[in-house]
């Protein structure tokens, strides 16, 4: 019954910036760790930006200083606060607690381009 949906995506320029959400249902978020991850085309999926539930957040070397994860544990949901986005990024962007891991969403498209 564990349900993440995310939303957000789209279509940016290079530059740009987005803000993704996940809400999640069938579950308390305030006790776990949760992350972003995303998939690009070919590409297994990635791990990028994590928090704790003591707000200890961790990201990926290729997100660091232009993402930002967040969370509101009254509302169930956390963030992903893209900012400085580059065509690279381009991904499927997926929502997970992390230990346990629970089923994938269907993500969020992002695409940067021109």
């Known amino acids: 019954q564990v349900q993440f949906v995310e939303s957000g995506g789209g279509l940016v320029q290079p530059g740009g910036s987005l803000r993704l959400s996940c809400a999640a249902s069938?579950?308390?978020?305030?006790?776990?760790?949760v992350g972003w991850y995303r998939q690009a085309p070919g590409k297994q999926r990635e791990g990028i930006a994590s928090?704790?539930?003591?707000?200890?957040?961790n990201y990926a070397n290729s997100v660091q200083g232009r993402f930002t994860i967040s969370r509101d544990n009254a509302k169930n949901t956390f963030w992903l606060q893209m900012n400085s986005l580059k065509p690279e990024d381009t991904a499927v962007y997926y929502c997970?607690?992390?230990?346990?891991?629970?089923?994938w969403g269907q993500g969020t498209q992002v695409t940067v381009s021109s």
């Open positions: 928090i704790t539930s003591g707000d200890t957040t």
């Open positions: 069938g579950i308390t978020l305030s006790w776990y760790t």
């Open positions: 997970n607690t992390i230990n346990p891991e629970y089923a």
